[in-house]
């Protein structure tokens, strides 16, 4: 079943602002975990991962925080630009064969 | 660079129609997805493999079945196409013993009609 969930389906941005998309899991044991961008009309594509062990990692204008305490994802997108307009998916890896659990993505949007 | 190829983009099919999805990875990978995506339902996985010949069932095997006679190809087949089926239908790879990371293709959109 569902053990990885978005709070929210769309979020709405202002060109430059910040984002913050949060993803909620339920599987403690989950190890590793990834966000993944989706642009319209093409397949997932790779942005930044992190592993339970770590808290924070940062990439090129995203940084992922982790907080295990709440079973807490976030992916924060810096000085959004309209190329980040896409469908962002939290994803868990729990160990099992039949790969990564996804949340049912938040589409962000932004205006100009 | 790492590449998951669908060879169809889009494709138009009359109910009952049989339909082949084929999916190819260049990296050597052992694992294989198939994954319908639908608004609000997002990702859903329909079977996987592990190896050549292997297959598992995934969340919504019903109406799909799939072939794996080659490491690289991975193939998904509705056997008579229906309009429930309509759908953007995604192939993934990954490394046994990675971090789990999915390399997705670029998508099959299919019209059932």
């Known amino acids: 079943g569902e053990s990885v969930g978005l709070h929210l389906p769309t979020l709405s941005v202002q060109e430059g602002d910040n984002s913050i998309i949060n993803c909620a899991y339920s599987n403690s044991a989950s190890d590793y975990f990834i966000w993944y961008k989706q642009e319209s009309g093409k397949g997932p594509q790779f942005i930044i991962d992190i592993r339970s062990n770590m808290d924070k990692r940062q990439g090129q204008r995203v940084t992922v925080l982790l907080n295990k305490t709440v079973k807490h994802l976030s992916l924060q997108i810096a000085a959004t630009q309209p190329g980040d307009s896409a469908v962002y998916f939290c994803a868990e890896n729990e160990g099992g064969a039949d790969g990564l659990t996804f949340g049912k993505g938040t589409h962000l949007i932004i205006q100009p | 660079d790492v590449k998951v190829t669908q060879s169809s983009r889009y494709l138009v099919k009359r109910t009952g129609e049989k339909v082949f999805l084929e999916c190819v990875q260049d990296?050597?990978?052992?694992?294989m997805f198939w994954y319908r995506q639908d608004p609000g339902l997002g990702l859903r996985l329909i079977y996987f493999?592990?190896?050549?010949?292997?297959?598992e069932k995934g969340d919504i095997p019903e109406g799909y079945s799939v072939s794996r006679e080659k490491k690289e190809r991975f193939s998904l087949i509705l056997e008579s196409a229906s309009t429930n089926q309509t759908s953007m239908y995604l192939c993934?790879?990954?490394?046994?013993?990675?971090?789990?990371?999915?390399?997705f293709g670029e998508g099959s959109r299919l019209t059932v009609l």
């Open positions: 493999s592990y190896d050549v010949k292997m297959k």
């Open positions: 993934a790879s990954s490394w046994t013993g990675g971090t789990g990371e999915l390399f």
């Open positions: 990296m050597d990978h052992e694992n």
